[in-house]
């Protein structure tokens, strides 16, 4: 159980585009979600708490407006990139709370890998 | 504020031999640990974590970690490696108090020698 999907695994896509990048729980309701990006051999950075039903919360020095996160279901939270540039490039990675887990236990998904030519 | 430190950025040790990752964290109260394995350009997978009880905790893939609150730290351990074993891996705290964030560390590179 607590599997958490992401779509797509890797995009590719032209300067100045919109990216939409999906996480979804499979077998959990998940009342909290969040957005990592990880830059290659690096640790994961987080970027937003997303919270079904309300506005997500980013963290200091993520632009909002560039990085728009959506959680419309408690199955489904949304990150989009908008108008993306190659130094959005990056491995996007969401991670799913259980509305009933203990401990605050993340269930990550796969990560998507973008690329912004 | 929470950190953690993970002190050796690269490891590499033969196969069949011990292997012991290093993790340090802060955290103002009792926090919760995590250790995950990262494998090239997938997501983190989570080997064992810590909430309360018993301070030395089993996982999967024959880890274990001991939870030593004197000296702030959560090693993780495994008696013998196996070459599948070689990944990133990520120490992480949190706990009740900060909404479900937790915080890595930079990560430890494994590599096995065969």
């Known amino acids: 159980g607590a599997v958490v999907s992401q779509h797509p695994s890797w995009v590719i896509c032209k300067s100045g585009t919109s990216v939409k990048i999906e996480c979804r729980s499979l077998?959990?309701?998940?009342?909290?979600m969040f957005w990592y990006r990880q830059f290659p051999k690096q640790s994961l950075m987080l970027m937003a708490t997303?919270?079904?039903?309300?506005?997500?919360?980013?963290e200091q020095g993520v632009e909002k407006d560039k990085f728009l996160i959506n959680h419309a279901s408690l199955t489904l939270s949304t990150l989009t990139v908008t108008s993306a540039h190659p130094e959005d490039s990056s491995f996007y990675i969401c991670?799913?709370?259980?509305?009933?887990?203990?401990?605050?236990?993340?269930?990550f998904g796969p990560g998507t890998r973008l690329t912004v030519l | 504020a929470q950190s953690v430190t993970q002190p050796d950025i690269h490891i590499t040790v033969s196969e069949g031999a011990s292997l012991e990752l290093r993790c340090n964290y802060s955290?103002?109260?009792?926090?919760?640990l995590f250790w995950y394995v990262q494998s090239p350009g997938q997501g983190l997978q989570l080997l064992l974590k810590?909430?309360?009880?018993?301070?030395l905790v089993q996982g999967i893939k024959g880890f274990e970690a001991e939870f030593k609150r004197s000296q702030s730290s959560f090693n993780l351990r495994k008696p013998s490696v196996h070459w599948s074993d070689a990944a990133e891996y990520f120490c992480?705290?949190?706990?009740?108090?900060?909404?479900?964030?937790?915080?890595f560390g930079d990560g430890t590179t494994l590599t096995v020698k065969p």
């Open positions: 991670s799913a709370i259980p509305g009933t887990g203990v401990g605050n236990e993340q269930f």
């Open positions: 810590y909430f309360s009880g018993d301070t």
């Open positions: 955290y103002g109260a009792t926090p919760y």
């Open positions: 997303s919270n079904e039903g309300s506005k997500a919360t980013y």
């Open positions: 077998d959990f309701q998940a009342t909290t």
């Open positions: 992480a705290v949190g706990g009740d108090t900060n909404a479900g964030k937790s915080t």
